[in-house]
Structure formats: C-alpha cells, structure tokens
C-alpha cells in the first residue's frame, strides 16, 4: 500500500513541473482599478463583481463603487462586469485606471461568477449542480448560519440536535443520520477560503463577513483536496482591501434576539492590507425547563475573523487567516414528543414504569415548549484556527498553496431521558480536536484547448476525550433497567450515582494525489476527466471503566448492574487505498443551452466505532470496531438554460448506487447510548431537482427550486429492530426496501422579490420586499425504518421589507416561520428504549428588524 501510495505521489511531483513547463512566455505586471457606475445616471453600483475573464482573481465594487484588481496578467486582458438588474459586460482592459458603465437590462439576468473549479467562470457554463448564495442574500433571508441556508437550497439536510450532534447531508447523503460518531468522516466537504474543516460542529458556526457560499453537488473529490462523496459546501469570505472600507449591522427581534455585525478593512503599507471581523448572537431559549425554573435552548454566540492581505510583487498574493468563535448556549435539551408501545412486557413499558416511580411530564404536548429536566444543560462549543494561503501568478495559472491548523473544544452536560427523573442523570461526552491540513494543487491552462487543476492533500486528525468523558445513571434507573420481577432490582443504592468514566483517542492521516483536466475538443465538445488517488489511515483506543452505584461482592447484584454499565477497552487500527475518478462530458449547443453527463465513482474511508461496542451473550462485539470504506457510482444527466435573456431553468438526474453504506443505529444497551456504526450491503439515493429564476421588467424577479429524491436500503439484513420491535424474539432485521432516514421524497423552495427605485428621508435608493417558502414531505427520522419515528410534512414561509439606500444604509423587517407552523426536525430514541422519544422543535415565528451601513 505504502509502495502505491508514494508511486501516485511521485507521478503528481513528476506531473506538476511538467504541467507548469506548458505555458505562455513571461507576464508583464499591471495594477487596475476604476469605478462602476450606471450608464444613465451616473451612478455608483455597490457590489459589482469584476473578474479577469479566465482566471480567479476577481474583486466587488466597494460603497463609493471603487475596485483594484492586483494582476500580473499582461495588459491588455479581457473583464468581466455583472451586477444584478443590469447587462453583463466583457470589457477590454488596456489601462490601469477605466470607469466602466453598465446598461440597466430588464430583459436580462446577470450571471453569478463562481469559483469552484479553481478559476472564475459563470455559473451556467459548469457542468455541475451548483446552488450559489450571495452574502448580500443570505443576510437580507436571515440565512446566519446553515442550518437557516438549507431553506434556500432544497437538496441540502442539516439536523442537529446540538453542535456536535450534526449531520449535513446533500441528496440524502454524507454523514450518518442522528448522534454523531467521531470514528468516520463526513461525506459533504466543508470548506471555508479553501481550508477543510473537519468537524460536524464546524456547520453551527454563524457566517462572519461571508461573500458567497457555493453548494455542489455530486462527488467532488477531482477539484477538492478532501474527498467528498455527496458534495462540498465552497464559502468564500470577504477580502482585505487597500481601499478603505467599513460595514456594521445591528439587529433587533423577538425572544431577545440581537445580533450584530461588523467589519473593517483598509491597507496598513503599499503592499499589505488588512480586514477585521466580528458577529454576536444572542436570543432567549425557545423552551423553558420547570426543573430548573430557566429557558433553554437560547443563542449564545461571539466569533471574530482577522485577514492580512500581503502582495510582495503583482503576481504573488499571501493570505494569513485567523478565526474563533465561542458559543455557550443554555442547552441543548428537548421534549418527550412520543411513547412507542415495545415489544417487552407490560411492567417495561414507558407509562408504566413513570406511573409505578410516580411521575407525569408536565406537559401534554411536545410544542407547549417545556421541558422537565433535572440535570442543567451545557453546551460549550469553541472552534477556531489559522491559515496561510499563497496564490502565486505563473503562466496562464496559479500556483496555490494552502496551509491551515484548526482546533475544535465540545464541554456538553445533557439529560438524556428526556425527563425529570434521575435516569441518566449525565450525559457528557467532553471532547478536543485539532486538524493538520496542507494543500497545493496548480490550476490553469496547458494550452488553447486544454485546461485543468493538479494537487496534493494532506490532513492530520486527533480527536480525544478531554480529559474523560462521563455517563452516569441515577436513583430511578432501577425501574427503567428492571428485566425481571426479581426483588434485587429494588436494592437501595444499586444504581445511585452509577456510571462509566471513558477515555478514548482516534488518530487519522488522509494523504490524496487528485487531477481534473477540460479538454475542448471543439468549441462545443468537452471532455472532463478526472483521478484521485486516497490513503486513510486511523488509529484508535477505547476504555471505559464504571464507578459508584452499591459496592457489593454479591454476583446477582454485580449481574444487574452489568445489564446497565460495563467495563470495556479496545485498541483498533485501520488503513485503505482507493483510486476514484470522474469523466464528464460536457456540450455546449449555443450560449443558451450547456448539456452534460458524467460518470463518477467516489470513496469514504474506512471507519471506526469510537463511542462504545454492544455485547452479544457478555461478550464484545469485536468485530464491529472497524466498519468498511464506502463506496459510491454516481451517474448524472444535466442541462442548464437560459430560455431568455431574462430567465434560467436548469434540470438534473442523478443516481446514487452506494456498497457497504456507512450508517449509524440504536441499541437499548445504555452503555453505548450514542449509537454505533454499522454496514449497510447496498443502498441506493435517485431523483431528479429543477431550479430556475426569472426577471420581469427590471422589478421582479421570482426563483425556485424542487427536489424528488428517492433513497432506500437496496440490502440491510442485519440492521436493529426500530423501537417499537425491541424486546422481541430478534434482536436484529433485514429491512431491505426500507427508506432511507432524513429524506424527503419531495422539497423545494419558491421566492419572489420586487423592487423599485425611490427615496427615504431624502437618501435615494430601492424599496425592496420579498417572500419565501420552503416546504418537504414527510421523512424517516430512523436508520431502522419505523411506523411511529416519521416526521410530518411541512411548508413554511419567510419575508422581508426593506430599503437601500445608494449610500450604503440599508434598513430592513424580516419574519421567519410567518404561519407560526408548529413542525419537528428530529426524533430521537432515548438510550435504554424504553419507548419515549424526544422531539427536536423547528423555531417557532420569529420577527425583527435591522439596521446595515456599509461605506
């Protein structure tokens, strides 16, 4: 493996030279700036994008309209202008200083500028799905973090029942559904300024100083350094700027919600510029806990982002980046949603067992909000890292190198019954991450027809318990662990206090080789190949050792307790090779109509169990330790349209066909409460997703998107029983044909905005106003799938009135869940599965207003 792995390496370093031996003769240096205005008015658009047609280096108006582009292209080239509302521009550059006028066009769209193939290139020219945000829009749509941008992009699944409970999921696919397990990787690549971020928690961050967030879909793993099987989210922030600029933002809403925003930016020397950024978040809970007379489930989030932009020469940029963010929140903890009827005796069931301890939920309905919890929740969620990044001008390409160093700090404290019983009374899986991260890949022309991008990766994982990680059960754990009539269940002091304390440490290395090259065969025919070559390797230990409950030699007594905790350890390695790839073709019938096709076959590494193994008759399941690599054959069928000037519509087919899905189940042993991983023979994920958009006369401009996604398990025969069939003569089930959980069959989202010029107080400006709905069928919120863990259907609406002034002040209400639409997100199974189910609440409405200046 090792002889493979240094081989493909040795053929990129060989490869590399030579790709950069193909170029053109030297480049001359240059600097452009200049100003964008309105043709007729004269004047000044803030927010144009202008980019050098060909390359990645591109830059936005500021508020007085201004841009620099620092190149080392050779004068004259060739830009490309777009702003929203008017005709788009190529324009020839043969100075260092123009003033660029465009064209108000209400027959016409302007084309999004994306960056995801390491060059900017319109949108609708990609032979791939992509979903772009602007900043700018997911700001106005209250889009703060991505658990509010999936309302935008349909295909998108985010559940999360706190920071490290997450799963980001595209088509159905990328991480596994419900708690987290430390031991795989995520399927949806998450990048922010070309750096991965490793962790599922990394998606609760809120967005600071975003410009634009990128969402592809399909198999990415030729164009990223990290492999992604289901897609990658691709946000890019804002740059530092040698002209000076500031923005500030300040909103106002219901449940105490504030939030503010700011940034600044300006050169510090001829050649280095600097950017500085922050975000605050605070809200109330949503849920008040009658336990501990608070509410819960508040917002309580501060992150700051540093950027210093360094240009030694015209053709060399350097990028350092540093980032923390500090989120402590009253929470997480959720209300019982539901009781399952099992299959265990009647004196086992839920309602008989609180009816025998005395005790009624204090509520009659999950989405009263309350919540009885008798352990004080904690969240504590820490995240933050530094980055340099060195883009370097040689030929018709770049030459990127990009060096990261993360770090990822999780202190919870949760009640995970559900109730106000001393059950399991703590729930708190402490744990520290840091990631290692190096890329450099060169990305350009090799000549007039052929195009494309060479790299290598490397990222380095080590994730621990910080310093232990505690389970422990309480005074009433007794009834709920009870299996029998036997008197010894009700000995005092059997379970008080009884626990397991557990250290364990998983150390990864990925190391990847990945090429991507556009071959124009004619103007209209292109070929897209693509390799990758990966090698994982994960080492892994596990311990855990109980404490407290009755000290007794008595072996009945030792038995009981051995049903609820256990000891256990394992130390586990394993390692894998994979070569994947991609071919796409790519034809391009006229400048309206951009067809293509591509075949990919994608690879998830190899995983292992880091959070506890279930027993079969008092013996470890050993061999569950590691669970196989996934992979996946994809196959998608696209077209993208402009059937005017004014409008787009794009369709796409895909189908998914994955071996040894990687999946995450229950077991009623509390002792591996979060879960453990598991294989899936064969599943397969096929549908078809439609998105288009259309301006009408300068002052309307409608959007939409819909989504039919098919996933089911093709082979799972030996999956968990779902909750209602536990206690049952079969542990386990062939649940063959069933769905796949977190997907809904049908989604979708509709917009309309409308504008119109006009004056406020004197300053001139846009009145805008705008209205959203999202809407998803009905879904599993169970890999084993059940008749009772099903989640309504449900739509909800969005809007916001506003206006924006030219000279940057922007003033806005906004309302979110505007029907106050009462829906569930998650349901999640209580460890033991004594049949209550907690239910994870979508936001009730919310409203505010806010106040935006950027100048």
């Known amino acids: 493996m090792k002889k493979i792995l240094k081989t493909t390496f040795l053929v990129a370093v060989i490869f590399l030279p030579l790709f950069l031996s193909a170029q053109d003769k ?20 803030i927010g144009a994008t202008v980019s ?19 190149t080392g292209q050779k004068l004259p080239f060739t830009v490309i202008v777009s702003f929203v509302g008017y005709v788009k521009r190529e324009i020839v550059i043969s100075e260092s200083k123009v003033e660029i006028k465009l064209d108000q066009d209400v027959n016409q769209l302007a084309d999004v ?16 799905p992509i979903s772009v945000i602007r900043g700018a829009t997911a700001e106005d749509a209250g889009a703060f973090n991505v658990n509010r941008l999936k309302e935008l992009v349909p295909t998108v699944q985010l559940y999360a029942s706190n920071a490290r409970n997450t799963t980001l999921n595209i088509r159905g696919l990328g991480s596994t559904f419900g708690l987290t397990n430390d031991g795989i990787d995520p399927g949806v690549g998450f990048y922010v300024d070309g750096v991965y971020y490793a962790r599922p928690a990394a998606t609760a961050l809120d967005f600071v100083d975003i410009d634009r967030v990128e969402v592809l879909r399909g198999p990415q793993g030729t164009l990223f350094g990290k492999n992604t099987t289901a897609g990658a989210f691709n946000i890019t922030t804002r740059e530092a700027s040698f002209t000076p600029t500031a923005s500030f933002e300040l909103s106002y809403g219901n449940y105490g919600y504030i939030q503010a925003k700011g940034s600044l930016s300006g050169a510090l020397s001829k050649k280095l510029a600097a950017r500085i950024s922050f975000s605050g978040t605070q809200r109330d809970g949503l849920l008040y806990n009658v336990k501990t007379q608070q509410h819960m489930n508040d917002i309580n989030n501060l992150g700051f982002r540093g950027q210093l932009l360094y240009t030694p020469t015209d053709k060399i940029k350097i990028t350092f980046i540093a980032d923390v963010t500090d989120q402590k929140p009253n929470g997480y903890g959720w209300p019982v949603a ?20 005395n005790y009624t939920l204090p509520y009659s309905s999950p989405f009263e909000r309350i919540v009885d919890l008798d352990t004080p929740s904690k969240a504590d969620n820490q995240l933050g890292g530094a980055s340099v990044n060195a883009d370097i001008k040689i030929g018709n390409g770049t030459l990127t190198s990009t060096s990261a160093w993360r770090y990822w700090r999780w202190t919870p404290l949760n009640d995970r019954d559900y109730t106000g019983l001393p059950i399991f009374t703590i729930s708190s899986g402490n744990s520290k991450h840091e990631q290692w991260s190096q890329e450099v890949r060169y990305s350009g022309k090799i000549s007039s027809k052929v195009s494309g991008v060479v790299g290598l990766f490397g990222l380095w994982q080590d994730l621990n318990s910080d310093p232990v990680q505690t389970e422990e059960a309480g005074s009433a754990q007794w009834r709920f662990a009870q299996s029998s009539t036997s008197a010894l269940w009700k000995t005092p002091g059997l379970f008080d206090n009884f626990g397991i304390r557990t250290t364990n440490r998983i150390q990864s290395t990925s190391l990847a080789a990945f090429s991507q090259v556009d071959w124009a065969i004619t103007e209209k025919l292109h070929v897209l190949p693509g390799i990758r070559y990966n090698y994982d390797k994960k080492t892994a230990n596990y311990k855990r050792e109980t404490y407290g409950g009755l000290q007794t030699t008595d072996a009945a007594l030792i038995a009981l307790k051995n049903a609820v905790y256990t000891n256990q350890a394992f130390n586990t390695e394993a390692t894998n090779g994979n070569l994947s790839g991609q071919l796409t073709l790519q034809y391009k019938a006229n400048k309206n109509i951009n067809a293509y096709a591509t075949y990919a076959s994608s690879y998830k590494p190899v995983g292992i169990n880091i959070g506890g193994l279930p027993t079969a008759n008092g013996q470890v399941l050993i061999d569950l330790a590691k669970v196989k690599p996934e992979f996946v054959k994809h196959i998608e069928v696209g077209v993208k349209t402009k059937p005017s000037a004014n409008s787009i519509l794009n369709v796409v087919f895909f189908d998914d066909e994955i071996k040894d899905y990687q999946t995450q189940v229950q077991t009623p042993e509390p002792g591996v409460n979060r879960g453990y991983l598991a294989n899936a023979e064969k599943v397969r994920v096929r549908g078809v997703e439609l998105d288009g958009n259309i301006r009408i006369n300068n002052h309307f401009t409608f959007n939409g998107a819909v989504a039919y996604t098919d996933g089911k398990y093709v082979s799972f025969i030996n999956a968990p029983v779902p909750l209602e069939e536990v206690g049952g003569t079969q542990a386990f089930k062939d649940v063959s044909g069933g769905r796949l959980p977190g997907i809904s069959k049908w989604s979708g989202s509709f917009g309309v905005e409308a504008s119109t010029k006009g004056s406020l107080l004197g300053l001139k400006g846009n009145y805008f106003a705008g209205l959203d709905v999202y809407f998803r069928s009905e879904f599993s919120s169970s ?28 003033l806005l209400v906004w309302g979110r869940n505007l029907a106050n639409k009462d829906y569930f997100e998650q349901l999640l199974a209580a460890p033991g599965s004594a049949g209550q189910y907690a239910g994870i609440l979508g936001d009730p409405r919310t409203y505010g207003t806010t106040l935006r200046y950027t100048f």
Do not use: C, H, M, W
């Open 338 to 357: 539901g009781v399952v009827t099992t299959k265990r005796a009647a004196y086992r069931q839920f309602n008989a067992i609180i009816k025998d301890l």
């Open 113 to 128: 500028v994306v960056s995801s193939r390491r060059r900017q290139e319109a949108v609708q020219d990609i032979p791939i």
């Open 783 to 810: 890999p084993s799938p059940s008749q009772f863990l099903n989640i309504d259907g449900y739509s909800l609406l969005n809007g916001r009135v506003g206006f924006r002034a030219s000279n940057g002040i922007s």
């Open 52 to 70: 050098i047609k060909g390359t990645t280096n591109g830059a936005a108006t500021d508020a007085n309209g201004e841009f620099a582009l620092i």
């Open 26 to 45: 030297p480049i001359i240096n240059a600097t452009v700036s200049g100003t964008v205005i309105d043709a007729i008015t004269n004047e000044k658009l």
